[in-house]
């Protein structure tokens, strides 16, 4: 699933690569598929995406929106799968959810094979979508400061119960951010997954908001995790150190053994040592 990382490298390859381009079609699917969510009917997205232009593409959490001037904005969230660019004479795939040709022969397409929005708004309406309407301030934006993030630990506190993974992976708390990032967010803060947000001490918050920047930072600069692919099919140069390939094997710190178990819905990967 591509999470805040991988979508902020998309957004920046968009930007450098489509802008300025003109529509000359666009098609959704020709390849069914249950979990795939459109807004708009086949007929319609082919009509009001013909002559648009792109625009600029923009982040926010999991969601990646490119602007189709005027007017129109397209909608990617909570995707996983492939986003690519196909330059004018390359192959296009044989099956796909969404396709965009280009009137200088390249194109734009993107499956998934999980899940995802692919969806079309007038411009603005996209902000009164589900899971982007009261969007917090997401890891990447100036505005997360350690401040911001004291503050939300503080007020969650007051409402509810949570631990170290619920804050990072539930709710959107801290959106774009997933169960893949978390757990080597976690073990950099040497967090066990299940720690309550109520036994953090000032410096285990320091240590969570400084490995949540650093992380996603490190991330972003290799072109997001290794298992996902950016705009040219390339996969990304991070590779997790907290995963299922780790698992029985020694803690790249300590040595000792690295654990899994399953909690909150997902697999988690930890070193019981360093994040004991």
């Known amino acids: 699933m591509f999470e805040l990382p991988e ?13 300025g381009k003109t529509v000359k079609a666009g ?17 319609e997205f082919a009509q009001l995406t013909k002559g648009k232009v792109v625009g ?18 397209l909608l990617f969230g ?12 390359t192959p296009l795939p044989v099956k796909y959810h969404l396709l965009i040709h280009f009137d200088d022969g390249s194109a734009l397409s993107a499956t998934t094979q999980m899940w995802g929005a692919m969806e079309l708004y007038e411009a603005g309406q996209e902000q009164e979508r ?18 911001y993030f004291n503050n939300l630990i503080d007020e969650i506190l ?13 709710d959107q708390i801290l959106p774009g951010l997933g169960n893949s990032i978390a757990q080597d967010i976690l073990f950099q803060a040497r967090i066990g ?15 969570l908001y400084a490995a949540i920047v650093d992380t996603l930072h490190e991330i972003i600069q290799m072109g997001g995790r290794n298992d996902e692919t950016d705009l040219f099919g390339q996969p990304g140069g991070y590779v997790r150190l907290m995963d299922s390939a780790s698992a029985g094997k020694p803690c790249p710190e300590c040595g000792t053994t690295i654990q899994k178990m399953q909690y909150l819905g997902g697999a988690c990967y930890f070193c019981p040592k360093c994040q004991g």
């Open 158 to 170: 007051k409402g509810e119960k949570r631990s170290a993974k619920s804050l990072l992976t539930q």
């Open 78 to 89: 909570e995707c996983g799968g492939k986003i690519l660019f196909h330059p004018a004479g």
């Open 56 to 73: 600029l593409a923009r982040v926010q959490g999991r969601w990646l929106s490119i602007a189709l001037e005027p007017g129109y904005l």
């Open 27 to 43: 098609s959704l699917g020709n390849s069914p598929h249950k979990f795939v969510w459109y807004n708009r009917k086949p007929e």
């Open 130 to 147: 589900q899971y982007i309407k009261g969007m917090r301030v997401t890891p990447v934006e100036p505005a997360f400061t350690f401040e």
């Open 193 to 207: 997954p299940r720690r309550p947000l109520a036994e953090f001490t000032p410096g285990q918050r320091r240590d």
């Open 7 to 19: 979508y902020t490298v998309l957004a920046k390859q968009i930007n450098t690569t489509l802008t």
